[in-house]
Structure formats: C-alpha cells, structure tokens
C-alpha cells in the first residue's frame, strides 16, 4: 500500500465482504514500525533449538501434536496417513498456512512434497536470524511475553524482544521435596540455585516472595498461573495454621485433601504478591483438567483480591460466555484470545463479538499466539487478524460502530491493551 492514510470514511460499508477487505487492507497499512504487534503469551524455544529443525520437529512441536496422531515412520505411506487424519483440524490449517507463505508453496502438505517443504525449513534456519525475521518482519512481532516454562521466567538471552513471565505452579507443591508441577519444576530446586535456605514454613513463603521479586527485578512484567494442567482452580480460603501443618507433615501422611489446602493457601498467598508488586496474574482457563477449568472457578478469589489483576486466558475455552461475564461483573479481570483462535476460530469469532458487548471497557482484551516455533506462531498471528477482521466487520456490517471504531479497537487488542497492563510502553 503506497501514499497516505486510505480515505475510508467516504466508502459504503454494508455488505461483509467489503468491511472484511476494507479492514484487512487498512490493517496491512497499519502495519508501521509504530503498530507492532504485542503478543502476550509465548514459549518459544531457545535458539539451539532450531539448529536440526525441519518439517517433522515443527509438526512434533505444535498442537498438531495435540491431535493424538502418531507419525509412523518417514515413509510416503506413513506420512499420508498421518496427514489424511490430522488435515482438517484448525491447528493444522493454521500452520499450514504459516507454512505456505513462509516457505513459498500453494495448495495442501503432501506425501509428495513433504521432503521439499522440510529442505526449505532446513535451509531457511541455517540462518540463525531466520527466527528473528519470521517474528518482526512476519509477524510483526515488538514484543512478546514469554512463557519459559522450563525455566522460569527466563527470557532466552533475547531481551530485545521477550520479557518473561513466571510461572508459579510450582510453589503449590512445596507441600513435599519429592513433588514437581506437570513441568517437572520442583521450588526447592530453585530455592537451592538461589543458595535460599528452607528450614520450615515460614521461610518457604519467604522464598516465594522472594523468588517473584527476583523475577520481576530480573524483567518478568506478569506471573503467570498454568495450574489449570496440574488441578481444578478452585482454591478455598485456607488459614494458615493448616497450611503450616501441611508443611511439617512428612510424606507418606500427606493426603489428597491436604495437598489442595496446602494449594489453595499458596495460591491466594501469590495473588497477594501479585498485587504487592504490581504484576498481572496470567490464568490458564479452560481445556486442561477439563473437570476443574471452568473460569467460574475463579470467582471466590477474584472477589477475595480485588487488587489483582486476572487475565483470564484462552477464552476459558469452551467456557467463553463465562469469561465475558466474569469482566462484565469485575473490574480485575481482563480478558485474552491467545489460543483460542487456533483451537476455534469459530469460537474466537463469536467470543471477540461478545466481549466487545459485555466488558466494562475496551482496554481489557488483548491477544497472544501461545506457541513453540516461529512457523507456528507465524500461523497464530494470521489467525488472530483473520477472528478480529471478522468479528469487527459483523459489527460495522450491523451498524454497531463505524470502521474508524473498529482499526481502533483492532489496534487496542493487538499492542495497545498489552502495552498499558504489562506496562510494557
């Protein structure tokens, strides 16, 4: 696009297709150094992860995983079975079209045309810039939070372009040194890296403190809760006697109830710190341990914490209704797409649409990719644009504001939003 600004005031807007287009072309324009994207959710890999990168490991690390499809062989056969099962699956269609345009092909993935498409991903990372450009240049990508899960709050020595997130799963396991979050990540192991002495209860939730200070000192701008994988998230109010008793039990005595009292207390103890030190409370909602996701869950504490602020991700996925009332009902919570336009963009579309109806105000959506390779994340971005265009041309369609409304609401939920809750401008 060359000139100025398009005049798009001037343009009859009531039919879909040119909403759709018009937005999409003004978003192309929009795309300026000063309209990076913000994305809030990442776990990209270290860089020596991509040294023997090729088609399989980017298949491997992505939510085509997910599908629960095994890869049987490098063979044409087992190649086209697999992909016979997995092509209509929307996180495949997504990569696919990452792919697509990243490394120059039309039409679908193939038996065929596998071994081209892994040579071209191959090449492409023989360039150790390669990654960097896929984010900035492809996706547009300022900054991103990352989620180093296997390394808490770690921003894989590129600060130029990650602050961290902590994850704090772990601290609800402190309960016994034998016990590790589902990452394996073990607070007694990090409180021995610090050289942290833990003698009983009372210096474990020193520790906690301290460890989240350091992470913040360290560049974390959100903590960052993916307990939704290890529990249910409801967490009763506990005293803390019990939780201290919990502490001093020994192993084989420790029973079920116990470790979710010991859980619960830490948990509202966190949302404390959160608040203490100033940084969003990042929430996996949704999927996981289906049983105990749903973000309703959450209501006892976030009615108990008002100061902290519970950015509730994925949409609750399926619960999106429940996300949209819970920020209709409270100002702490603020609300996030990432993922779940690669889970359903159907979902995405109907749940964007009725967000913008029911939060209290605009600057409490935002959006992240929540993905492990730059070619997945590359296919979560044109995902995003795609559920955000459609959803903000049904409403100029219906006349529920103009298009000028909707590049703004656009621009919030892609930079703006991020920028003002994790202070990142």
């Given at each position: 696009?060359?000139?100025?600004?398009?005049?798009?005031?001037?343009?009859d807007?009531?039919?879909?297709?040119?909403?759709?287009?018009?937005?999409?072309?003004i978003?192309?324009?929009?795309?300026?150094?000063?309209?990076?994207?913000?994305?809030?959710?990442?776990?990209?890999?270290?860089?020596d992860?991509?040294?023997?990168?090729?088609?399989?490991?980017?298949?491997?690390?992505?939510?085509?995983?997910?599908?629960?499809?095994?890869?049987?062989?490098?063979?044409?056969?087992?190649?086209?079975?697999?992909?016979?099962?997995v092509r209509?699956?929307?996180?495949f269609?997504?990569?696919?079209?990452?792919?697509?345009?990243?490394?120059?092909?039309e039409g679908e993935?193939?038996?065929?045309?596998?071994?081209?498409?892994?040579?071209?991903?191959?090449?492409?990372?023989a360039?150790?810039?390669?990654?960097?450009?896929?984010?900035?240049?492809?996706?547009?990508?300022?900054?991103?939070?990352?989620?180093?899960?296997?390394?808490?709050?770690?921003?894989?020595?590129?600060?130029?372009?990650?602050?961290?997130?902590?994850?704090?799963?772990?601290?609800?396991?402190?309960?016994?040194?034998?016990?590790?979050?589902h990452?394996?990540?073990?607070?007694?192991?990090?409180?021995?890296?610090?050289?942290?002495?833990i003698?009983?209860?009372?210096?474990?939730?020193?520790?906690?403190?301290?460890?989240?200070?350091?992470?913040?000192?360290?560049?974390?701008?959100?903590?960052?809760?993916?307990?939704?994988?290890?529990?249910?998230?409801?967490?009763?109010?506990?005293?803390?006697?019990?939780?201290?008793?919990?502490?001093?039990?020994?192993?084989?005595?420790?029973?079920?109830?116990?470790?979710?009292?010991?859980?619960d207390?830490?948990?509202?103890?966190?949302?404390?710190?959160?608040?203490?030190?100033?940084?969003?409370?990042?929430?996996?909602?949704?999927?996981?341990?289906?049983?105990?996701?749903?973000?309703?869950?959450?209501?006892?504490?976030?009615?108990?914490?008002?100061?902290?602020?519970?950015?509730?991700?994925?949409?609750?996925?399926?619960?999106?209704?429940?996300?949209?009332?819970?920020?209709?009902?409270?100002?702490?919570v603020?609300?996030?797409?990432?993922?779940?336009?690669?889970?359903?963009?159907?979902?995405?579309?109907?749940?964007?649409?009725?967000?913008?109806e029911?939060?209290?105000?605009?600057?409490?959506?935002?959006?992240?990719?929540?993905?492990?390779?730059?070619?997945?994340?590359?296919?979560?971005?044109?995902?995003?644009?795609?559920?955000?265009?459609?959803?903000?041309?049904?409403?100029?369609?219906?006349?529920?504001?103009?298009?000028?409304?909707?590049i703004?609401?656009?621009?919030?939920?892609?930079?703006?939003?991020?920028?003002?809750?994790?202070?990142?401008?």
């Amino acid at each position: 696009m060359g000139g100025g600004p398009l005049d798009y005031r001037d343009r009859d807007y009531k039919d879909y297709n040119a909403v759709y287009d018009a937005f999409s072309e003004i978003s192309a324009g929009l795309e300026t150094e000063a309209m990076r994207i913000t994305d809030t959710h990442e776990h990209l890999r270290p860089d020596d992860f991509y040294q023997d990168i090729d088609l399989e490991k980017v298949l491997k690390n992505s939510y085509v995983d997910w599908c629960g499809v095994e890869l049987k062989g490098s063979d044409r056969a087992a190649r086209a079975q697999f992909l016979e099962k997995v092509r209509v699956n929307s996180y495949f269609r997504w990569l696919l079209r990452s792919l697509q345009q990243l490394y120059g092909f039309e039409g679908e993935l193939t038996a065929d045309n596998w071994d081209e498409i892994s040579a071209r991903i191959r090449a492409a990372h023989a360039d150790p810039g390669w990654k960097f450009k896929v984010l900035t240049e492809k996706c547009r990508i300022g900054r991103a939070i990352l989620d180093a899960y296997w390394d808490p709050g770690n921003d894989n020595g590129h600060p130029e372009i990650f602050s961290p997130t902590f994850r704090i799963n772990m601290f609800l396991f402190g309960y016994s040194r034998k016990a590790v979050d589902h990452n394996g990540n073990s607070p007694f192991r990090l409180a021995e890296r610090y050289g942290f002495g833990i003698s009983d209860f009372e210096s474990y939730l020193a520790f906690i403190d301290f460890a989240i200070r350091k992470a913040r000192e360290g560049g974390a701008v959100a903590l960052k809760s993916a307990l939704a994988y290890d529990r249910g998230l409801h967490f009763d109010y506990v005293a803390r006697d019990r939780a201290a008793k919990v502490f001093e039990m020994d192993d084989t005595s420790i029973s079920p109830c116990d470790e979710k009292a010991f859980g619960d207390y830490i948990f509202h103890f966190i949302c404390e710190k959160a608040a203490e030190y100033g940084l969003p409370l990042q929430c996996h909602t949704g999927l996981g341990k289906i049983w105990g996701s749903n973000p309703m869950n959450l209501v006892p504490v976030i009615e108990r914490h008002p100061e902290t602020r519970f950015v509730l991700f994925h949409g609750g996925y399926p619960w999106f209704h429940e996300c949209g009332g819970l920020a209709h009902n409270y100002k702490n919570v603020y609300l996030d797409l990432v993922w779940l336009p690669l889970i359903s963009p159907s979902a995405a579309r109907m749940a964007l649409s009725e967000w913008l109806e029911v939060a209290q105000t605009i600057d409490r959506i935002s959006w992240g990719g929540d993905t492990w390779t730059v070619e997945e994340c590359f296919g979560a971005v044109i995902a995003a644009k795609h559920v955000i265009a459609q959803a903000l041309a049904d409403k100029v369609v219906d006349g529920y504001f103009d298009l000028e409304i909707a590049i703004d609401v656009a621009k919030r939920i892609l930079r703006v939003n991020a920028e003002e809750l994790y202070r990142l401008a």
